[in-house]
């Protein structure tokens, strides 16, 4: 019996043109989206790559010049572009590709490729992701609206029910034809999407990051699903159905995520860039300058080395005092943009938890974040890449701090360690993720849970 429903409502649903019209549509956008993503990403990666080779070719041939000097001259950290950005593009676009590495001075990521674009184009950001988390949503509502409704508008509902079928396999029966229906979509435009990561330059773990994107879009597409169906068992009208949840759909993709951003802004305050650099200043004054040899913190530093090696002057250490001397600026200075970035990265780690709050009133906003910690385009791999820019920072000037005295050349450059990015492993991104896919997973019980309540309360008469 459940089976024959199921198999009444995809014929139904295939043969109703708002379906076939609004999938078509759907499916062209998603196969529009993924080749535009897919052709993005290989340029971006040649061009990553292209920039790595002249950064590293520019530094190695600097030529003569003290090693402290070629701190000055610095080089640059790129962040090479994940394959799953194809899917999911992420905070990607607002955070920066590369990071300048200079002697005394922590910057920030820059090259942003919205800079790039107007602002047509940041309205209309089409990516997979778009379509699968904001858009999928109300072709489901379409289908499961009026499940219901419209046979109790119509009258064959109490026909079905005098042949013998009850409400659970009713119920039952409508949630698998609506999910044959959209899988009938979805099946090849993720195989699609599969295809695109396999023959990318994917890393070990990709390819189940990936399956587990499908698999949280698959839970989430269950949550309006399970939600479509209640309110079509509770609501009198096919339209009231309607409004009802277009209504949940608009708090749920279009309000609360925009709400919650201001929200976040406003209780957790982010310091504007003059403010930020204007205390790192403050705070690089009131410590040691490698650079000044006369200041009171320069003073003490040397004392200390004096007394450490029991000798009356500089001229008789048995090391040179000026590397040292540099080294020690160059740590303190280390630690003060240290202290300022891990205050910074709290305060956006605090409004992540504003994020993840408000997910109890909206499941988009959860499977936004899932999509971009499975893809590697969220904060928490920015900020891996920026630390490991700053570690490498810091052990490319502490080399060339005690490098040999005097001028060095290409040969002294090539040595130089290389930047080596290390992507976040998915043991770390489930570590982030589990406590949002665990809510995502009580979204979808919840709205089970509404599903049999409505049945119960409702006679379906």
């Given amino acids: 019996m459940i089976l024959l429903i199921a198999k009444k409502e995809v014929k139904e649903l295939l ?21 535009i993503s897919w052709n993005t990403n290989i340029k971006i990666q040649q061009e990553h790559r292209a920039a790595e080779e002249l950064a590293r070719q520019q530094w ?6 003290s090693a402290h000097s070629a701190g000055h ?26 990071v300048f590495l200079e002697a005394h001075r922590q910057n920030s990521a820059s090259y942003k490729q919205i800079t790039d674009q107007n602002d047509l184009a940041r309205f209309a950001d089409l990516s997979p992701a778009y379509v699968f988390i904001y858009l999928m949503p109300l072709l489901i509502i379409l289908l499961g609206f009026n499940s219901f409704t419209i046979e109790k508008e119509s ?8 042949q013998g079928a009850s409400k659970k396999k009713l119920v039952l029966g409508k949630v698998i034809g609506i999910w044959l229906a959209l899988l009938l979509l979805l099946i090849p435009i993720f195989i699609l999407g599969f295809c695109f990561v396999l023959f990318s330059n994917y890393e070990n773990g990709d390819l189940l990051r990936y399956i587990l994107i499908v698999i949280s879009l698959f839970v989430y597409y269950g949550v309006f699903i399970h939600l479509s169906i209640a309110i079509s068992v509770w609501a009198k009208s096919s339209n009231l159905s309607l409004i009802i949840l277009l209504s ?20 957790h305050k982010t310091p504007s860039a003059i403010t930020y650099q204007e205390n790192i200043k403050t705070a690089l004054d009131n410590g040691i300058n490698g650079h000044d ?18 000798v009356k002057s500089i001229e008789e250490l048995p090391v040179s005092y000026s590397q040292l001397l540099m080294q020690e600026g160059e740590r303190y200075e280390t630690s003060v943009y240290k202290n300022a970035m891990t205050q910074l990265n709290n305060v956006y780690l605090d409004q992540l938890k ?14 936004r974040m899932l999509s971009m910690q499975f893809a590697k385009s969220d904060l928490q791999s920015h900020y891996n890449f920026t630390y490991q820019a700053e570690e490498y920072r810091n052990a490319l000037i502490s080399s060339l701090n005690s490098g040999p005295r005097g001028a060095v050349d290409s040969d002294f450059f090539k040595k130089n360690v290389k930047f080596e990015y290390q992507p976040v492993t998915l043991a770390q991104t489930m570590e982030k993720s589990t406590s949002n896919l665990l809510l995502l997973v009580v979204w979808w019980l919840f709205s089970g849970l509404l599903v049999i309540l409505s049945v119960q309360k409702n006679k379906l008469k």
């Avoid at 043969?15 to 080749?35: E, W």
């Avoid at 064959?156 to 029910?161: D, F, G």
Wanted: charge should be positive.
């Fill in 73 to 98: 001259y610095g080089t640059f950290a790129f962040k090479p572009m994940p394959v799953l950005s194809l899917i999911d593009n992420g905070l990607n676009k607002y955070l920066g590709v590369s």
């Fill in 60 to 65: 190695e041939n600097q030529g003569e010049k």
């Fill in 155 to 162: 009258g064959t509902l109490q026909l079905i029910i005098s």
């Fill in 248 to 267: 949940f759909w608009m708090i749920s993709a279009l309000l609360m995520p925009k709400l919650t951003a201001d929200i976040s802004k406003k209780t």
């Fill in 293 to 310: 040899p006369t200041s009171e913190k320069a003073i003490a530093f040397k004392d200390s080395l004096l007394k450490t090696y029991q």
């Fill in 15 to 35: 043969r109703n043109n708002r379906f076939r019209l609004t999938g078509i549509l759907l499916l062209i956008l998603l196969v529009l989206s993924m080749c």
């Fill in 354 to 367: 504003v994020h993840q709050f408000n997910a109890f009133i909206s499941p988009t906003i959860l499977m």
